[in-house]
């Protein structure tokens, strides 16, 4: 049986806000699999990139961190400065939500494809180059060669987030972080832009963290989803169990939340506003919001265990189990 490739264990992050410590992760507990795809799912706020940064140490100075993260079993908290250039640039990659904000405007695309692979990996120019043009074909851009020498204000939203797949994948990484990568694309680049992210991973064998608001998204290109609430994880199962058997309340709410295609009715919200992890209180983070809470659940706050192939943090998970409905407009506890 394989290892894990990413094990997270009771991480706890604070970082400086105007002078002061504020904590964004209170307990996330993660396991990736070699070759696996994790869904990061949840509210603006709830963790999810502080999360995806915490894997690649990428963190605001001056924060303060605890608990465990691992890379294929070494320390990613301990490694020095030399350890982390080596595994930021051959081990893992991040695909930024928006491309322009991270490709350096007044240089190349070939200049930024093939700098790493030459800094790095001492990849010979020519080499990096047409590493670097087979890759851009592989991901669905015409006429390669033109492309590198074009600026980034030359290329469309859609263009630059495959030239961000083909960065991340150039360095043929163990994992993957992608982090709301198609946010700022219509709809039809989206679909365009996932398939090739989906096909490539697959085909390399690759592990990803994929971040997303998008419930049937994750489900579509992931294996196992963890869902996110105010600095913690409240629910993790593979994505089929995840949308047919939700265990906890805060999932079973934004699965009634979603906007259907098929009967059309007025919008269901989860009622109450999201909160963030400094604002949690000692007990359940999601207590405020949940019409299933009890006094139990506003003062200790549950620890993320095992129910039906289900990792859930819900006191009341076993006796709400199957019994949790959201109707909208009404919601109600049904017996």
């Known amino acids: 049986m394989n290892n894990p490739l990413v094990e997270v264990a009771h991480l706890r992050l604070d970082i400086p806000v105007r002078g002061h410590l504020r904590r964004v992760l209170h307990d996330v507990n993660l396991t990736l699999m070699p070759g696996e795809a994790l869904g990061l799912v949840g509210e603006s706020g709830s963790g999810k990139s502080m999360t995806a940064r915490a894997l690649m140490r990428l963190l605001p100075t001056g924060s303060m961190v605890d608990g465990d993260v691992r890379f294929d079993a070494v320390p990613v908290t301990g490694m020095d400065r030399r ?24 240089r190349t695309i ?3 494809l093939t700098e790493g692979l030459r800094s790095t990996a001492s990849v010979p120019r020519t080499e990096a180059a047409e590493r670097a043009v087979a890759l851009l074909r592989e991901v669905g851009i015409a006429d390669a060669p033109r492309r590198m020498g074009q600026y980034p204000h030359q290329l469309s939203g859609g263009l630059l987030q495959r030239v961000m797949i083909a960065s991340a994948l150039l360095a043929r990484p163990r994992l993957i972080i992608a982090d709301e990568p198609t946010t700022a694309l219509d709809v039809t680049t989206q679909e365009e832009v996932m398939a090739i992210l989906h096909e490539q991973r697959v085909e390399r064998g690759l592990a990803m963290v994929f971040i997303t608001h998008d419930l049937d998204l994750a489900a579509a290109v992931t294996d196992r989803i963890a869902v996110m609430y105010a600095g913690t994880v409240v629910e993790s199962a593979s994505a089929k169990d995840l949308h047919d058997t939700a265990r906890h309340p805060y999932t079973v709410g934004l699965l009634a939340s979603r906007p259907s295609t098929v009967d059309v009715q007025r919008l269901w919200a989860i009622p109450g506003r999201p909160v963030s992890a400094f604002e949690a209180g000692p007990g359940c983070v999601f207590a405020d919001r949940c019409p299933f809470a009890q006094d139990r659940c506003r003062t200790e706050r549950p620890q993320l265990r095992v129910l039906d192939d289900h990792q859930v943090a819900c006191h009341r998970a076993e006796e709400l189990r199957g019994r949790i409905t959201f109707d909208a407009p009404q919601r109600s506890e049904t017996v």
């Open 83 to 106: 350890a982390l250039r080596r595994y930021r640039a051959r081990e893992v990659a991040m695909i930024h939500q928006d491309p322009r904000a991270h490709i350096n405007p007044v």
């Open 110 to 112: 070939g200049d930024f």
